[in-house]
């Protein structure tokens, strides 16, 4: 049976009639008047028992609407903090949209994180109703119940398993909407009169920094923050179709909830839900977006599954794909330098797309993207350039949770991969004389919650202190070189930054991850996390025998493999920056893990701690 997402496509309705921005001064306003203007297109779909369920925007206005009434007949009282413990779908989106009509901050908790942060995240933020996604959320929370006295009710999603279940202070979030529609039917302009509890500079949403360096900190974000970031991007970024998106990426982080929720709302495009973080490409094979943004890590997953392809392609295959991939590079290459394509670059590229191109990308999932962006972490120029010569013009945007999103992009037809791009209108970006990137703007944050030193130490004079270190050249374009806190200076008083280095090698499709090493060190090493399933299935192929992670990681061939990787890396620098020796990481690390953050990366800090004598046995074994 053939998915609604590929049945309905954009132009039908009223879904792309613009909104008028004087209509709308806060998220809540911003929803509603999108409401009243597109009635009954489509706004979001999401699978139910494997077939897509269709939602459109006056019928999502309807259920938005029984959470705000539900919420205020529970108690809820305007600047209340409304936590969300679940994994991005719609009813995540339903609660956003409804706590805020209600007046409430919403503040998202990581569906990976252990039951001490939730507790912690609950505590910190003053957390007055919390909803979860279901009973594996749920135990979290009555793990750490007794210290939340301030969480008055738990609403729960999915209570499959929890029927028998007898609490008052938890309800199902179906119970939550009758309770809603009763008080709606009881005062039916409550909800209106709720629009009025906050305005463009009250707090909307707390969104946690992902905690690399510490405790997650509270980022405060305004209504103007938010809406000054959407109608940014959506004024910079090329008038990408208004069509279908896929949401996966965690709402609670700053990427998902502002492009993926909010932005999406101001544009009119369809959100379609992942069914699980682990049918993720599965999906996007079968929605094929329009417009799709992701992490670094998503996009070097999609290298991979192309490079891994190509060795069970016959000679002729990888031929032809060597070909058709050569004139996609010609084709970059004149977008990148800003030339007008030759009419020969111009139709061998044609031809490549046609017979070669075309299937690759849409054997990711991305044959139909017009608009493809990247964030929330450095990636390599070489991946933007490999996406590019497939037809995928990739923007890489810089930013973070303190500005509300992005400062910085790639300028649509002047792309400069390695470069973030120059700074987004109503945006001033410099460089100190320190060398850190700071930011002014009216995306900036108001700061953290509950910290005011440390905001105070964030916000100078009006001016973010970023904490990346950067430059930027005569033509205004930005350079991350690395961040303040990562800067190596080895025992020979070199300073290097580890990141270049880092991002070349997770170019590879055997590496997911890894940590340079050398501060105050005579020479630089490296920790690498490899990526399980590609390297399992090179060792199935090799006759390499392993019987779990920890062996394939100490097989003799896999670390060969690998040494390989680093050589080819290393071959792209300076003598003083090369990696002398490293190790693999024997532990299969996912989010749960202390190692790594929400947002799948490395903690630095950590790692140098945890994998210490791992770290010291590198140096000793080069003095011996």
């Known amino acids: 049976m053939q998915s609604e997402s590929h049945q309905y496509r954009p132009g039908s309705g009223s879904r792309g009639e613009p909104l008028s921005e004087r209509a709308f001064d806060t998220v809540p306003r911003l929803f509603w008047h999108a409401v009243r203007v597109r009635g009954d297109a489509v706004m979001m779909r999401q699978k139910d028992f494997g077939v897509w369920r269709a939602y459109g925007w006056r019928e999502v206005g309807e259920i938005v609407a029984d959470v705000a009434a539900g919420l205020a007949a529970l108690g809820l009282r305007p600047g209340e903090v409304v936590s969300v413990l679940s994994n991005t779908q719609r009813e995540w ?19 990976t994180d252990a039951p001490a942060q939730v507790e912690y995240l609950c505590a910190d933020s003053g957390t007055a109703f919390l909803f979860v996604e279901n009973e594996e959320q749920l135990d979290k929370y009555l793990e750490v119940r007794a210290r939340l006295p301030r969480v008055r009710k738990v609403v729960v999603y999915d209570m499959e398993g929890l029927a028998a279940l007898d609490d008052p202070a938890i309800l199902a979030f179906d119970a939550l909407l009758a309770q809603g529609r009763a008080l709606r039917a009881a005062q039916p302009g409550l909800v209106e009169e709720r629009l009025g509890a906050a305005g463009p500079d009250d707090v909307a949403v707390l969104v946690y920094t992902s905690g690399t360096t510490g405790r997650p900190k509270g980022a405060m974000l305004s209504h103007r923050n938010i809406l000054r970031s959407c109608l940014t991007l959506r004024d910079f970024l090329p008038a990408a179709p208004l069509g279908e998106r896929m949401c996966f990426l965690p709402l609670c982080h700053v990427a998902e909830r502002i492009f993926g929720e909010y932005h999406a709302i101001l544009l009119g495009a369809v959100m379609n839900f992942a069914e699980s973080p682990d049918t993720v490409f599965d999906n996007l094979r079968e929605i094929q977006p329009d417009v799709f943004m992701a992490v670094p890590r998503v996009w ?16 002729l295959q990888r031929r032809a794909y060597a070909l058709a991939l050569r004139a996609g590079q010609a084709r970059a290459a004149c977008i990148e330098a800003g030339r007008a394509l030759p009419a020969r670059t111009r139709a061998a590229a044609w031809l490549a797309d046609a017979l070669v191109l075309g299937n690759v990308r849409c054997m990711m999932g991305l044959d139909r993207t017009r608009m493809a962006v990247t964030g929330a972490a450095p990636i390599s120029p070489d991946l933007i350039r490999w996406f590019m010569a497939l037809g995928i013009v990739v923007h890489e945007l810089w930013g973070m949770t303190e500005i509300t999103g992005a400062a910085t992009c790639n300028p649509p037809g002047r792309m400069r991969p390695g470069s973030i791009g120059v700074a987004l209108p109503h945006t001033e970006v410099r460089v100190s004389e ?17 910290l005011p030193e440390k905001t105070a130490e964030t916000i100078v004079d009006g001016w973010l202190r970023t904490g990346d270190v950067g430059r930027v050249d005569e033509q205004g374009y930005f350079y991350i070189t690395d961040r303040m806190k990562d800067l190596i200076i080895t025992a020979g008083g070199k300073n290097v930054t580890p990141s270049e280095w880092e991002n070349q090698l997770k170019f590879s499709p055997y590496v997911t991850d890894a940590v340079v090493i050398g501060d105050r060190r005579p020479f630089l090493t490296c920790l690498v996390m490899i990526d399980h399933d590609n390297v399992e299935r090179w060792a199935q192929e090799h006759g390499v025998q392993f019987s779990d992670y920890r062996s394939l990681c100490r097989s003799a061939e896999v670390v060969g493999l690998i040494a390989q990787e680093v050589a080819r890396v290393n071959g792209q620098f300076a003598r003083v920056e090369q990696i002398k020796a490293f190790r693999l990481i024997e532990t299969r690390l996912s989010a749960e893990d202390e190692e790594l953050t929400p947002t799948m990366k490395l903690k630095r800090k950590l790692v140098n701690q945890k994998y210490g004598e791992m770290i010291e046995s590198m140096y000793e074994a080069k003095v011996a």
């Open 300 to 315: 070097e997953k999609l290298y991979s599954s192309v490079v891994i392809a190509l060795r069970e392609a016959t000679p």
């Open 434 to 450: 320190e060398g850190e990137l700071l930011v002014r703007g009216p995306q900036v944050f108001l700061g953290y919650l509950n």
């Open 93 to 111: 989106v339903w609660t956003d949209l409804g706590a805020q009509s209600a007046g409430a901050v919403v503040s998202g908790i990581y569906p």
